[in-house]
């Protein structure tokens, strides 16, 4: 007895100091992994770090695309789509709905916060210089802040959660995160991310701005202006966003006065068709002539770093065959390569058909909008929304050079919703004629002049900032000669050849945000920004119409789901906008 | 104590050996095949049936035998003894006939009556097709169905599967074909250009063409089969009406004013052939169910009446009528034309450069439509050809619709006044004026009638700008042209 207790007493006593050793005996930082500890070090390792968020942000596009695009009128679900998506596009989305998961976007949010705690303690222990660390810490808070807004459009109330945490579940505990309702989020987001140091794009010539396998970087990342624009707007705060909208308006306006100042983000021209993106015809009048290989769709296709490519876009991220994540937009929308899971609505066909062109020289009126020709193609007999293919499929070929070369891109941000969104803000802050000539012809078609003499025309310079735009052309005689910088705006209709639309003048205000909205439809159609703005303008009118009645058209005229489309209404009439938070 | 537990674990390892000796026949009792009929092949299964031994027979004289005791599935229809005695003996006699006549009853899928609740159409061995709908198969009832066997399907049945000759056979052999019809559709045969199983003996160094070897590079085929339907085709199921001869000459001879040629055997020729391209269809009609209109593959209204119908014949792949009347309308056999103004196939001099396909909207049809417009091309009398085939003599009443909405860029816009003309067969042809193009006129413009005189095989037709250089004056336009025959 006395032997065996003995024994049992030396086990333990050998489990206990095995225990307390282990913490010495084992505590060997791994020589072929970076231990977290090892990680922030010096800016490099914080480069990385946000080329690692940016890498893993990616894997959202797809879904981003689903939820923005699916859940309103422009995009529709295929024969081949799975119950998932089809869920998402009638609105009858249950807890179980991978794609209704909010959780990959709190995974990319607590990496953002980890990332950001780690930068205040690089900054603390001066790792990082002062204007480096602003530059990242800004870029990645901007970051998680488009994603809570993201969340907040898609799922209504949800947790605020600012610290890292190491599990992402740990979020679902509500006790610790109470869910804030959207409104009050848009509050902590505004607050936030106006805090933050700096707000510019990476200058040029820094880590982050580079040119890496034959890519350059520059639009790799959020626009914090444009964020902040949006998330004012969100709040109608519509003088605090039309001034940041504004001042990434004037992006291009310094420096060498030529194209690039006349035409980077000012929806100008350059008499290049590589640059202006017009909807425009070899021979005007011949609708078989419509120009395909250069001009609007060329937007879709050209390089990075190309002049059409910069002026237009303002947030794209590439797709690459030589580089991971794979392209997740072919395998949703091609029928080639991919699985061909969602297509143009009926209601798109439908709302570019309803528009007619500007009458030519030749006679006659294109009677379509010829942006919806250029947006899709029926490949093998089936419409394809092809604005995320053209680096894949040819558009001459209907085929890819490639298979398996897929190639392509995430459109995130242009210019035409810049001047959409300026215009919704102009427009709501009493600026109808403004906002109306960014919508229709232009700035100086909008106030044009009756002779020469343009010095009091073309002009909003009586107005307060940043509704004072100067775009007076006195044309190659006129006296005083001027040459102003917004002279060469031309407007989105007038540069998709549509003519400009009559307002009534009673009902200015709302004729015109509509317009605002349908024109975005019509212009940026599957760009993964629909959702978006119809709920905040149905949040902002008090009106669930103006979301249902649009869903309920396309469900309508769905082959497929059409007979979701009266509950599918209902649901939205009663401001159940949201998809159910679990996962 | 431990003598129990020994005791008790010699027990349970008895226990365990006993079980494990059981086990193989418990599971061989389980798994073994009890149906009798598995163990039997379909030869096997036909072969212990004495109702069936007369077929068991033929089987074996045609070698199918062999065929369905393999072990590929197959299903049999086999006919009973009392159901195969009445096979004529010109078949028993001639094993390529018997051959083919016990093939038509085999098919290498597996027809259960319960399954084929829509009618069916089986491949049988003999490459001809039979329907089977539940318990029927064509004209016979299965007696006792779905007996199965190792490798298929055994049916009995109270009827014989004959193989019959399909349509072009029924025409070829069968003294029951309308003669004069028959024999001109015999005489379709041609030689047709058709390189498929050509042999290529070089290549022409000067324009790199493969150069065929004599007599390979065409086939001797049926203009009948190309142009209208292949009735050879034992897949698909025709209709097809015979005219006695009475009834051919007479109807030949109704058509024969719409179809002049130059020479009176063309003329026949042409007119013949006009009449019976409409004569078969690709639908098959039952002799109860017929209705009195039957629409050809060219639109042509074939007024059936069921007395004029002499005889039915039920071939493989549908049926034969042989009709004592058909009387097809002219007004129903001639077609309108309709030409859209942008598919020309000639033009006086190439102006593509001033010619514009223009996308617009028509408020009166609240449809788009595409039309044409030369403008600019500085040619006097320019045309535009259109071409239209098998044109018979008649004559057509001519429309067009032509929008003149062509305003000058500089303001103020102005319509211009422009004319133009038609010329039907030569773009002098002076058979209509010249027309004003009216401004912003969606309508069909009735231009007047002209008379084609001779059948033509291929016909053009002009739209003729007016006779001057000056561009305000001598643009062309048209969305469409109709050609509406007029009797």
């Not at chain 2, 193989?163 to 015999?186: G, T």
């Amino acid at each position: 007895m006395m032997k065996r207790n003995l024994i049992l007493s030396a086990v333990v006593l050998l489990f206990i100091t095995g225990i307390t050793g282990c913490k010495k005996l084992f505590d060997i930082k791994p020589k072929d992994t970076l231990d977290e500890s090892q990680m922030y070090q010096n800016v490099y390792d914080a480069d990385a770090a946000v080329i690692g968020i940016y890498g893993k942000f990616m894997g959202l596009a797809d879904r981003y695309v689903v939820l923005n695009e699916l859940r309103a009128d422009l995009l529709d679900v295929t024969n081949n789509a799975d119950e998932n998506l089809r869920q998402l596009s009638t609105h009858t989305v249950t807890e179980s709905n991978p794609y209704a998961s909010p959780k990959p976007f709190y995974e990319l949010i607590l990496n953002c916060n980890d990332v950001l705690e780690h930068f205040l303690v690089m900054k603390k222990e001066n790792k990082m210089k002062e204007a480096e660390f602003n530059q990242r810490y800004s870029d990645i808070g901007a970051l998680r802040s488009f994603l809570y807004l993201q969340l907040g459009i898609h799922y209504g109330q949800v947790p605020y959660v600012t610290s890292s945490l190491k599990n992402v579940d740990d979020v679902k505990n509500s006790a610790n995160f109470p869910k804030l309702p959207f409104n009050v989020l848009l509050d902590s987001l505004v607050n936030f991310t106006e805090s933050l140091p700096y707000k510019d794009v990476y200058p040029t010539g820094t880590n982050l701005n580079i040119s890496v396998d034959g890519y350059t970087t520059e639009k790799f990342y959020v626009n914090k202006k444009v964020l902040l624009g949006d998330l004012y707007l969100w709040k109608n705060n519509y003088q605090k966003a039309a001034e940041y909208y504004r001042q990434v308006m004037e992006t291009g306006t310094q420096g060498v006065v030529d194209g690039r100042y006349y035409s980077f983000y000012k929806l100008g021209w350059d008499s290049d068709g590589a640059i202006d993106h017009y909807i425009s015809y070899s021979r005007a009048g011949d609708a078989s002539t419509l120009i395909w290989d250069s001009q609007w769709r060329i937007m879709f296709e050209q390089a990075y770093g190309s002049k059409g490519f910069d002026r237009e876009w303002v947030w794209v991220l590439p797709f690459d065959s030589k580089f991971q994540p794979e392209n997740s937009l072919i395998k949703l929308f091609s029928p080639v390569g991919g699985s061909y899971l969602v297509q143009p609505s009926q209601q798109v066909f439908d709302l570019w058909k309803s528009e007619t062109q500007k009458v030519s020289a030749q006679g006659g009126a294109v009677p379509y909008d010829a942006r919806g020709v250029l947006s899709t193609m029926t490949i093998g007999g089936q419409p394809v929304a092809m604005k995320f293919l053209y680096n894949y499929i040819n558009y001459a070929t209907q085929s890819p050079a490639s298979v398996l070369t897929k190639s392509g891109k995430w459109f995130l941000f242009r210019e035409t919703q810049l001047h959409l969104r300026f215009a919704e803000a102009a427009n709501r802050a009493g600026k109808y004629r403004l906002a109306w000539g960014f919508w229709n012809n232009g700035i100086s078609g909008a106030y044009p002049a009756p002779g020469s003499d343009v010095t009091l025309y073309h002009n909003t310079l009586s107005e307060p900032y940043p509704f004072n735009f100067d775009a007076r052309n006195s044309g190659s005689s006129g006296v005083p000669y001027y040459r102003s910088d917004w002279y060469r705006n031309i407007g989105i209709r007038n540069r998709a050849n549509l003519p400009n639309v009559d307002i009534p003048v009673a009902d200015s205000l709302l004729s015109i945000e509509s317009g605002l909205i349908k024109e975005e439809a019509l212009e940026n159609a599957f760009e993964g920004t629909r959702w978006a703005d119809l709920l905040r303008v149905a949040i902002r009118r008090n009106d669930p119409s103006f979301i249902a009645d649009k869903v309920y058209d396309k469900l309508r005229k769905s082959g497929i789901s059409s007979g979701a489309a009266s509950a599918a209404r209902a649901k939205l009439m009663a401001k159940d906008w949201y998809l159910p938070f679990k996962w | 104590m431990i003598s129990r537990f020994k005791w008790f674990s010699s027990f349970a390892a008895c226990l365990a050996i006993l079980l494990l000796n059981s086990c193989s026949k418990a599971t061989d009792d389980h798994n073994s095949v009890t149906d009798p009929s598995l163990n039997k092949n379909l030869l096997e299964l036909i072969k212990s049936n004495p109702q069936l031994s007369t077929f068991a027979k033929y089987l074996t004289q045609t070698g199918y035998d062999q065929v369905i005791a393999s072990t590929k599935d197959y299903t049999v229809f086999a006919p009973s003894n009392t159901a195969i005695a009445t096979l004529d003996a010109t078949v028993i006699n001639d094993p390529v006939k018997l051959k083919k006549f016990v093939g038509n009853h085999i098919t290498a899928q597996l027809c259960n009556t319960n399954s084929v609740t829509v009618t069916k159409r089986l491949l049988m061995l003999s490459g001809k097709y039979n329907n089977m709908l539940r318990a029927k198969i064509e004209l016979a009832n299965i007696t006792t169905a779905n007996q199965y066997a190792s490798n298929g399907l055994l049916q009995i049945t109270d009827n014989m599967l004959p193989a019959l000759d399909n349509c072009w056979e029924f025409l070829n052999n069968n003294s029951n074909a309308a003669a004069k019809q028959k024999n001109f559709m015999l005489s379709l045969f041609r030689n047709v250009y058709d390189v498929t199983n050509a042999i290529v003996t070089g290549v022409n160094p000067i324009t790199g063409d493969p150069i065929y070897q004599a007599g390979t590079d065409s086939i001797y085929t049926n203009l009948f089969w190309n142009k209208v339907h292949d009735l050879r085709n034992e897949s698909k199921q025709y209709t097809l009406f015979m005219l006695a001869d009475g009834t051919w000459d007479s109807e030949v001879a109704k058509f024969l004013p719409y179809y002049v040629t130059n020479t009176t055997d063309s003329n026949t020729l042409v007119t013949s052939w006009n009449v019976v391209k409409d004569f078969a269809v690709d639908t098959v009609y039952d002799p109860a169910t017929i209705p009195d209109t039957v629409l050809s593959k060219f639109g042509t209204k074939l007024p059936v009446e069921k007395s004029a119908i002499v005889k039915t014949i039920k071939t493989s792949n549908g049926i034969v009528y042989i009709m004592n009347k058909l009387n097809v309308q002219p007004a129903s056999k001639f077609k309108t034309y309709l030409i859209q103004g942008e598919n020309y196939a000639g033009y006086l001099v190439n102006r593509r450069s001033n010619t514009y396909f223009r996308e617009k909207f028509n408020p009166v049809t609240g449809n788009n439509y595409t039309d044409v417009l030369v403008y600019n091309h500085g040619v006097s009398s320019f045309w535009l050809r259109y071409d239209i085939e098998e044109v018979p003599s008649i004559k057509y009443k001519a429309y067009w619709v032509a929008v003149n909405d062509f305003i000058l860029a500089v303001p103020p816009a102005v319509p211009l006044t422009f004319t133009q003309k038609l010329a039907p067969g030569l773009p002098t042809a002076t058979t209509f004026p010249y027309t004003t193009v009216t401004e912003k006129n969606y309508n069909e413009v009735y231009i007047g009638e002209f008379t084609n005189s001779k059948y033509s095989p291929v016909y053009n037709i002009y739209l003729v700008a007016a006779a001057t250089t000056v561009k305000e004056t001598n643009p062309l336009m048209c969305d469409y042209i109709k050609l509406v025959p007029s009797l």
